[in-house]
């Protein structure tokens, strides 16, 4: 958090999120608690949603000791945001920036023997973790290549072109301990590193577990797990109480009184049963409140849940405030951790039939953000 920040967030008048880093601080110890190794904080997608210079400074200064994003433009960001910890970049193309990864001291993995040439040609002295496909078909190099790339990452390594740092997988059904598919995929990671060690190779950071195997399987945990969801308060194994960050207020721009039979927003899919009043939000699904949700979400006003009414639309959504004699100018409140009554990510991700994990993404696209070391009292999330 800076300075600047703080002083910025005190006139903003319109919809504000807050991001409670002190939560994250609390998530991040609790992670490094969990695991008998390292912990990287995965502070892609801006950290989330959350921030992600701020995410990773305070999981950095609560238990992790390195970050992890996916593309080197990502990476180059927090180098330009003055982060000095040690950080891995693992999605990039084959003819991405090298050079210049190499020269901000960024590690990068390694997918593909095309993106492992590609890297010996651009640069010299890149440290690279082997990228093992572990059962997804998504990302990671598939084990009919892997000892080939394993053999090639050794002989650059020998002719001092790189370094083998790492050796990395990705569970694809983590969030179900039951699922047949991480047995597979911890059985094929052990294989990948067998055989990274038979031609040579020495990778000392060794990392498959992300959020949720690490709070479920330990037989996952290696040297390293990649933490991003659960720093932020996401818990897709519904089994460890996290703190949830996100704060989500905003003013209402005007209140009206309408009639019974009143038509309301695109397309008229709310009519008012009884006359009622309705306020009107400045935030809508640019801001990341998903339009699937209208019709269903709620928010809090006085204390009390109160329904969006409508479409949620570009800008602006409808809230139906009853007989409350709320004004214009009054904060609501669109989500957080709920220990106020006020709905959840997690809930608006039930309204919106997805994860929680594009929730909190989605929210901090245009959404002035302000980061604070904790608001409250620590509210832990309700399971
Ligand atoms: C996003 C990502 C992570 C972090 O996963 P969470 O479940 O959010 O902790 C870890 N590893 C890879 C390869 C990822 O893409």
Redesign the pocket.
């Known amino acids: 958090m800076t300075a600047l920040a703080l002083a910025t967030s005190n006139t903003v008048a319109g919809p504000r999120l807050t991001v409670d880093l002190a939560s994250v601080a609390a998530n991040t110890r609790l992670f490094a608690r969990r695991t008998p190794g390292e912990v990287m904080a ?1 502070v ?1 997608a801006d950290g989330f949603g959350h921030g992600a210079a701020d995410v990773a400074r305070t999981a950095l200064a609560n238990g992790a000791s390195r970050l ?1 994003v ?1 593309s080197i433009d990502e990476a180059l960001a927090l180098r330009a945001d003055g982060l000095a910890a040690p950080v891995l970049s ?1 999605l990039n193309v084959v003819d991405a920036d090298w050079a210049t990864a190499v020269a901000r001291d960024i590690e990068v993995a390694v997918p593909s023997r095309d993106h492992l040439d590609a890297i010996v040609r651009a640069t010299t002295g890149a440290r690279v973790h082997l990228h093992l496909d572990t059962g997804m078909a998504r990302d990671g190099a598939s084990p009919t290549e892997w000892a080939d790339l394993c053999r090639a990452a050794r002989l650059a390594e020998r002719q001092g072109r790189l370094q083998v740092v790492g050796v990395m997988g ?1 569970l694809g059904c983590a969030d179900d301990p039951a699922d047949p598919c991480n047995a597979t995929g911890r059985t094929r990671f052990a294989w990948g590193l067998q055989a990274a060690r038979a031609v040579g190779l020495r990778p000392q950071h060794r990392h498959l577990a ?3 195997a690490t709070l479920t399987d330990p037989r996952s945990h290696h040297t390293m797990s ?5 720093l932020v308060g996401i818990d897709p194994s519904r089994t460890t109480a996290l703190r949830a960050a996100l704060t989500l207020t905003a003013p209402l721009v005007s209140v009206r009184t309408v009639r019974a039979g009143t038509g309301v927003g695109y397309g008229h899919t709310w009519t008012a049963p009884v006359a009622t009043r309705l306020g009107l939000l400045p935030v809508g699904y640019a801001d990341g409140l998903p339009r699937v949700a209208s019709g269903r979400a709620e928010v809090l006003v006085r204390g009390r849940r109160r329904p969006l009414v409508g479409r949620i639309s570009m800008d602006m959504a409808v809230v139906d405030l009853g007989d409350e004699p709320v004004t214009s100018g009054e904060t609501v409140t669109i989500l957080g951790p709920g220990a106020d009554g006020e709905p959840t990510v997690r809930e608006w991700a039930g309204w919106s039939d997805t994860l929680e ?1 594009e929730i909190v993404t989605g929210l901090g696209a245009r959404l002035h953000r302000t980061a604070v070391a904790g608001t409250t009292a620590p509210t832990l999330r309700s399971l």
């Not at 990649?226 to 659960?230: E, H, M, Q, W």
């Open positions: 995965v892609k992890g996916t693992w990705h992300a959020t949720t990649r933490i991003g969801a659960g994990h």
